[in-house]
């Protein structure tokens, strides 16, 4: 069983659609996480959420929405796409958000925005 | 405030050969450390983490990081390196409590045969 599952894989758009990414894990943490990746590995954290609750909201667009209709699904909704969020975008959970834990990472969503 | 220096974006080493990873780290509070690797088209996996008690920690897949407060470092090492051990690495910070975790820029590991 996967511990942290991505839908979809991989995800190639027109500049200007809205596309979802969705993501659950069955670990039974509490909290998960939204990272970006850039092409040159740079790693940078979105959103996270505590029993669905947002408690990380770092400076994203406004076109960047999260949910998370319970603590085992994080969804992350992308209005007006463009060609700068072309990137990997990585769901994680951890037992808390008190990060002693480290993290589980999903395999990740390749957007390619066109 | 928190960030972390990996020292080296590319790292070659031969088969069998030590591996050294470097990371040094700021952090305003003891830090929570961590060191994650991700294989190609896959996510990130934790290897190792510290976050009190002993300073020599040990991972997965032969690999060992040690706290260094006084030189602000978390380096990685593994005695000998194998072919499967190619991928890329990533140190990471964290205050604790809810705070997010910083993570460096990654360092690329080839191993030659």
């Known amino acids: 069983d996967t511990a942290v599952s991505q839908t979809p894989k991989y995800l190639v758009t027109q500049m200007g659609n809205d596309k979802s990414i969705k993501c659950e894990q069955n670990?039974?943490?509490?909290?998960m996480y939204w990272y970006k990746q850039d092409s040159k590995k740079f790693l940078k954290i979105m959103f996270s959420?505590?029993?669905?609750?947002?408690?990380i909201n770092e400076t994203v667009p406004n076109r960047f929405s999260p949910k998370s209709p319970d603590k085992a699904h994080l969804n992350l909704h992308i209005n007006s796409l463009e060609l700068g969020d072309s990137a990997v975008y990585f769901c994680?959970?951890?037992?808390?958000?008190?990060?002693?834990?480290?993290?589980?990472f999903g395999s990740g969503t390749r957007l390619t925005v066109v | 405030a928190q960030s972390v220096t990996q020292l080296g974006s590319h790292v070659s080493v031969s088969e069998g050969a030590l591996v050294l990873l470097r990371c040094n780290y700021s952090?305003?509070?003891?830090?929570?450390l961590f060191w994650y690797v991700q294989y190609p088209n896959q996510g990130l996996q934790l290897l190792l983490k510290?976050?009190?008690?002993?300073?020599l920690v040990k991972g997965i897949n032969g690999f060992e990081a040690e706290f260094k407060k006084s030189e602000t470092s978390f380096h990685l090492t593994k005695p000998s390196a194998h072919m499967s051990d190619a991928a890329e690495y990533f140190c990471?910070?964290?205050?604790?409590?809810?705070?997010?975790?910083?993570f460096g820029t990654g360092t690329k590991l080839q191993v030659i045969p």
């Open positions: 670990l039974g943490h509490d909290t």
């Open positions: 510290y976050t009190t008690g002993a300073t």
């Open positions: 959420y505590n029993n669905k609750e947002l408690i």
């Open positions: 990471a910070v964290s205050p604790g409590g809810y705070q997010k975790v910083t």
């Open positions: 994680a959970s951890s037992p808390s958000g008190q990060d002693v834990y480290g993290y589980t």
């Open positions: 952090s305003s509070v003891p830090p929570y």
